[in-house]
């Protein structure tokens, strides 16, 4: 079975959000390319009101390209995946139509060092970005709770303010299991995969 590609482009300018895709969509690249000056471009995830940064607000160079891989990032309907630029950007998403109901992205912001859980149901945990949304450094760490412990995915790693990093360490949760993220300073996370049933 052929897998049905699908190609949008959108042009940002002045520092408005606007929208790149809606759902359902499986999203597998974006690509931002700035038109003539440098400025800050900014990609995030709406659903249902809240918003959930990937790129905060990164500077992208003159007359540069850049792509971000986004390994499986399905929107639903509702979502909507959303960009913005100060100055002219050329934005260009690759995806296909969802493949399967059990594809799942789920949003979370955590901050004051606590466990919080991310994702409470069975299946693969194929990807995860933590982008640091506050103004200090934060750091983060991501962990795995069975019946027997947990266990440390991500040990303790420093993230910059406005940075964010892609981590793809599959990771399959077993019914009762359970993945956790924690962060010192406000972190956006956006875990996707598919579950069991």
Known sequence: MALDIQSVRVRSTGGVWSTLASGPLNCTSVEAASVGTACAVGLRLARAGTYTY??????????????????????????????????????????????????????????????TNIV???????AF?????????????????????????????????????RKVPVTTLAVGDVLQVRSTGAVDWLATGVNAS
Request: glycine residues 10%; hydrophobic residues 45%; negative net charge.
């Open 129 to 165: 970005t933590a982008t640091n949304v506050g103004l200090l450094v934060a750091e983060v760490s991501v962990q795995v709770v069975t019946a027997t412990g947990s266990a440390l995915l991500v040990p303790p790693e420093l993230i910059p303010a406005g940075a964010s990093r």
């Open 54 to 115: 990937i790129v905060p607000l990164d500077e992208l160079p003159a007359g540069v390209g850049t792509k971000i891989r986004i390994p499986m990032l399905p929107l639903v309907a509702g979502d909507s995946l959303e960009v913005m630029s100060e100055a002219d950007v050329n934005w260009e998403l690759q995806g296909t139509a969802i493949i399967s109901p059990r594809q799942f992205t789920a949003p979370l912001r955590t901050g004051g060092g606590t466990w």
């Open 120 to 126: 409470t149901s069975a299946g693969q945990v194929m």
